[in-house]
């Protein structure tokens, strides 16, 4: 079936490096994606976005890349935080009229002083 | 900043029991969800909810699941008869209408232990 994925389940980093999260989806009509941050005990918390006929978004420290070819989104972390450790999860969004979120397995991120 | 809310944050019930998991949306949100995340897993869509009907539903929600808005405010989420692999945080999340963002509000969870 189709399903949105990731690469890699864990990934440390130095704190103050760039950490690069990578997603693969297998679904080419989703529309609009989502990247999420869940910290330990919490729900799911948005980060940042794009939609399908975007290939590049940025936010504050934060640059969210598709590759619509090779069907693959990425998160770009600039100078990485204690505060970023968490899982971070892609998703994307059904052509529904619910507009139901569909997510990835996740990525943890351990940030290291 | 607007939040969902979720209670209880932690119940432990008997295999079995009933349980209702409330949420309080967003006020000016119309779409509501249902996701759960075993431990350790990624987090599953059970259940959306709008216009006070059910829009759509996965293969998890079934004839044990239930949802309703009983009161125009708290979105609830019950289960039946509880099984031990009902263990999960369950996720509240709202939505605006469909002119306004995609992105899902979640609320911080329930945590339903089934023992």
């Known amino acids: 079936g189709e399903s949105v994925g990731l690469h890699l389940p864990t990934l440390s980093v130095q704190e103050g490096d760039n950490s690069i999260i990578n997603c693969a989806y297998s679904n080419s009509a989703s529309d609009y994606f989502i990247w999420y941050k869940q910290e330990s005990g919490k729900g799911p918390q948005f980060i940042i976005d794009i939609r399908s006929n975007m290939d590049k978004r940025q936010g504050q420290r934060v640059t969210v890349l598709l590759n619509k070819t090779v069907k693959h989104l990425s998160l770009q972390i600039a100078a990485t935080q204690p505060g970023d450790s968490a899982v971070y999860f892609c998703a994307e969004i059904n052509s529904g009229s619910a507009r139901q979120l569909t997510f990835g397995s996740g990525t943890q991120l351990t940030v290291l002083p | 900043e607007p939040e969902v809310t979720q209670t209880p944050s932690h119940q432990v019930t008997q295999m079995g029991q009933e349980v209702i998991l409330r949420c309080v949306p967003i006020?000016?949100?119309?779409?509501f969800y249902w996701y759960r995340q075993i431990l350790g897993q990624k987090v599953e869509f059970l259940v959306s909810f709008y216009n006070n009907e059910i829009s759509e539903k996965s293969e998890i929600f079934d004839d044990q699941f239930s949802v309703e808005r009983p009161d125009g405010s708290n979105f609830t989420l019950k289960i039946r008869s509880t099984k031990l692999e009902d263990s999960a945080m369950y996720f509240c999340?709202?939505?605006?209408?469909?002119?306004?963002?995609?992105?899902?509000?979640f609320g911080a969870g329930s945590r339903l232990t089934v023992l």
């Open positions: 006020s000016n949100h119309l779409y």
């Open positions: 999340a709202s939505r605006q209408d469909p002119s306004g963002a995609n992105v899902l509000t």
